[in-house]
DNA sequence: TTGTGTCTCTATCGACCCAGTCGATTATGA
DNA sequence: TCATAATCGACTGGGTCGATAGAGACACAA
């Protein structure tokens, strides 16, 4: 399951990715544009900007805005942000691999092996998935789903 | 995230595939031969004969049995059953659709396209792997698998 | 008929995490 | 210097997850 957090976190990321040339964007108004609890919304972005993913600026006239190009930020970077690993299961993982615990043979686990699966196609999906392609294909979203 | 229920529930499963012409086997030999917490084991087979995937005796020589061929059920059913839809996100499942109260333009949402991607790989994977086939597959993984 | 070994079912538990809030603090531009 | 916005930490209420306990129902054997 996609958490709460990791679901703001997409909305937000996509609001910043919105903006023209790099405009600051507030959290308040991201919060109010995208329908997100304002101060669940400052702690996502705190971790995003924790992260590396936003800049910051404080005082009057503050907000935030993407820290890199939105067409080398993918979906991918953001759900394992916050949600951890895609693999529904930790020894089918591979950015955060561990055992398990009740397993004998890991090698012949046909659980392993389809959750390997799952979690292979998962990430193909979303790590191929900018934030850029995004937003283009919200563009489009109308004319091309029925 | 796949819960124990879940992971538990396959092995279990794939335990009583492994029988020859549907012996019966005693939820205490399955929670030994797989390391479950047999309590908490009953509950799951518990379920899993009120959903009809699993026959039960009681009295001695009691215990289970698939209540249908194993390459009539596939992981799919028995994850749905353990841990709902497979969709990481309501608005994004066949099977149980919950449309979200924050999404303005449901037609328009990336997330939501993306969240059904990955939702139709995984159904794919998990609906077309049988618990036949998951048993074979174990058998040659030894020399498939480096 | 009695005993034994199963499954059945409900209740309960602690731990943990998720979603969200509050309030104080710090930085910034005007 | 003052209003405004980000920063940060603490905290909370509720819900779920993993697991256990124990009484009851049932089947079979002796």
Redesign the interface.
């Known amino acids: 399951?996609?958490s709460q957090k990791a679901?703001y976190a997409?909305?937000a990321m996509?609001a910043l990715a919105n903006q023209e040339n790099g405009e600051l964007l507030q959290a308040g108004d991201i919060a109010e544009q995208?329908?997100?609890p304002r101060k669940f919304l400052e702690l996502i972005l705190l971790e995003l900007r924790k992260q590396g993913l936003v800049h910051s600026h404080r005082g009057k006239h503050g907000g935030y805005t993407l820290a890199k190009p939105a067409d080398t930020i993918t979906?991918g970077q953001i759900v394992r942000i916050m949600d951890g690993p895609l693999a529904?299961?930790p020894c089918a993982s591979l950015t955060r691999y561990r055992r398990c615990?009740?397993?004998?043979d890991e090698?012949?686990?046909?659980?392993r092996?389809?959750?390997r699966?799952?979690r292979d196609?998962?990430a193909e999906?979303?790590d191929g998935?900018t934030l850029e392609q995004?937003?283009r294909?919200?563009a489009h979203?109308?004319s091309l789903?029925t």
Chains 1, 2 share one sequence.
């Open positions: 399951m996609l679901k997409l909305k996509l995208q329908n997100v979906f529904p299961i615990v009740d397993c004998a090698k012949a686990c046909a659980i092996r389809a959750m699966q799952v196609s998962a999906i979303l998935l995004a937003r294909g919200a979203a109308e789903t």
